[in-house]
């Protein structure tokens, strides 16, 4: 038969009492010598350390299909919200779904019992939550959606780099969601065709970052600061990942972050985040952005950022290549968008710049691609189109590379 455990065969040992034969003394002590009320008594004994043996395993199944219970009853529950989100998309109670969803998954996360509520919750949070098809723009509370906001960007400091998307995603949707929502709109519908042109230069207008309901300093204050927390702190929790969409999508309100990055990259963490720094500035620098931010940001941005590029440039052979090309680079293209507006052109120092990059690509120590990005930077600093030179020369320089691969 089965071999009894340790804990029964204690319970029958302490049961028996004096009664209890050991293995190794078998003959010890005969049946008979017990008479009929002592044997009712240890019936009695065994009979409650069976009865507790089987309870005891009875109540470890019963807490066991009480967990699973409760797991389906909560997927349940998911389903509901899920089913709301699909049908309510453009409901402004929504919104209220973001943060109780999140700190869920990151409750659930990485615990074996809680991952198929976990997943259940990262699937509806991603598809549907943070992909409305409509989002909503009439009844919303602005200040509760920016309670919302700032409770998911307080989630980032705790969070890790798998629940970074989600925090990420959430708030750009809560954004896009402030951005687009005006002022309540009149009771009364619009028939004439010149107020419903009017209307759509509004919901245009709309669009604006210093329009509808969003709250642009105090946005900016909050993304500020978890800016500052990701550049300077070593161990930070803060994903550059929420920056990078943040710019990409909203380059505009970003713009507005750009003096932050730069005043803190000189006192970054370490070397890795001062990459990421720059690469997101070369990535500001890219987008498409307003004329009015560019001539109200960039007299305050571009002169320390030149700064603290031509100090790394100067130090570029204790650097890695990788960086001294990105900082080429970024010098590129505030170049470039400081020569395309003649009342910024003052700004961009020329040359020191061209000074600089030269000294850099005459070092024998630097490679061949450094070079080239430092000469292509001098061109448009110096206004050197390359569409000027004629086609011939450009097929002759293009051959005599070719034929002098060092030269790459």
């Known amino acids: ?14 049961a ?21 009320d002592a044997m009712m008594a240890i019936d009695e004994a065994l009979a409650a350390a069976f009865r507790s043996r089987r309870a005891e395993r009875t109540g470890k199944k019963q807490k066991k299909d009480e967990k699973k219970s409760v797991m389906h009853f909560k997927l349940r529950v998911l389903d509901l919200v899920e089913t709301f989100i699909r049908k309510e998309t453009s409901n402004p109670l929504v919104l209220n779904l973001f943060v109780p969803l999140y700190q869920l998954i990151h409750s659930a996360h990485g615990k074996q019992d809680s991952a198929p509520l976990a997943t ?12 409305l098809k409509k989002c909503p723009k009439v009844g919303v509370d602005g200040d509760h959606t ?24 959430g708030c750009m949707l809560l954004l896009r969601v402030l951005r687009g929502c005006g002022p309540p709109a009149d009771s009364s519908p619009i028939t004439t065709r010149a107020g419903r042109k009017r209307k759509l230069q509004e919901d245009q207008q709309a669009t604006r970052p210093e329009h509808g309901l969003l709250n642009v300093a105090t946005v900016t204050e909050w ?45 970054a963490g370490n070397n890795f985040r001062k990459v990421q720094v ?19 940001q960039l007299p305050t941005v571009a002169p320390p950022l030149q700064a603290c590029c031509l100090t790394e440039l100067a130090a570029a052979e204790q650097r890695p290549a990788k960086l001294t090309r990105l900082l080429l680079q970024l010098l590129g293209k505030l170049a470039s968008l400081l020569k395309s507006h003649q009342e910024l052109l003052p700004l961009l120092e020329a040359d020191t710049l061209v000074q600089t990059i030269q000294q850099l690509t005459g070092s024998p120590t630097v490679g061949a691609d450094v070079r080239r990005e ?14 000027a030179v004629p086609l011939s020369k450009r097929r002759k320089r293009a051959k005599h590379r070719k034929a002098n691969p060092i030269l790459k």
Request: hydrophobic share 40%; proline share 2%; aromatic share 6%.
């Open 223 to 267: 993304f500020s600061d978890a800016l500052h927390d990701f550049i300077v702190k070593k161990n930070s929790n803060v994903h550059h990942m929420l920056f990078t969409s943040y710019i990409k999508k909203y380059p505009s309100l970003a713009w507005l972050l750009a003096p932050r990055m730069v005043e803190d990259i000189t006192t």
């Open 16 to 36: 028996l009492g004096t009664a209890a034969v050991d293995s190794d003394d078998e003959d010890s002590q005969s049946v008979s010598s017990f008479d009929d």
């Open 278 to 296: 720059y690469e997101m500035l070369s990535l500001l620098l890219s987008q498409h952005s307003e004329e009015e931010v560019l001539r109200h």
């Open 120 to 131: 259940r919750a990262t699937g509806i949070y991603k598809n549907r939550l943070c992909h």
């Open 146 to 169: 920016h309670s919302q906001l700032q409770q998911l960007l307080q989630c980032q400091y705790k969070g890790t780099a798998l629940t970074a998307p989600l925090v990420t995603d």
């Open 374 to 387: 430092g000469e292509r930077v001098i061109g448009v600093v110096r206004d050197e189109d390359q569409a």
């Open 1 to 14: 038969g089965e071999e009894v455990d340790a804990a029964l065969r204690a319970a029958v040992k302490q």
